[in-house]
């Protein structure tokens, strides 16, 4: 499963970004699913997680900025992200979790590991 993520670019601080991330063709059903992201000289860190439940669970740093969510399909993740910061400068990455169950037309599968996409870069600028 290739995820690709898209929505990046470059901003102002105090603007906002729509990050988006699917896998064409493919439903993800009962999944956990999340962003993580990399700045400039960090680790990775995760900022944003959803599971199959809908729970949502969201990074200090990001709380009541960053919204995580999917559409009604299950095709489709969205990190919605505003009144951004120059610290949220990096690129982000969506990532599906283990035991996910995704189908393509009648094909279902369970995924054994970690999928990630190929990261988009935000770049907030003062």
């Known amino acids: 499963v290739q995820l690709v993520e898209s929505g990046g670019g470059s901003v102002q601080a105090g603007g906002s970004l729509k990050l988006s991330c699917a896998a064409s063709g493919y439903i993800f059903s009962w999944c956990g699913m999340g962003w993580y992201r990399q700045g400039p000289g960090k680790e990775r860190e995760l900022v944003s997680s959803i599971r199959n439940d809908g729970t949502t669970n969201y990074a200090d740093s990001v709380k009541g900025r960053f919204t995580i969510s999917q559409d009604n399909a299950k095709t489709t993740l969205f990190l919605q992200m505003n009144s951004l910061k120059t610290g949220d400068t990096g690129v982000y990455y969506c990532?599906?979790?283990?035991?996910?169950?995704?189908?393509?037309?009648?094909?279902?599968?369970?995924?054994?590991?970690?999928?990630w996409g190929q990261g988009t870069q935000v770049t907030v600028s003062i």
């Open positions: 990532v599906i979790e283990p035991g996910c169950r995704y189908c393509k037309s009648d094909d279902c599968y369970y995924s054994a590991v970690h999928f």
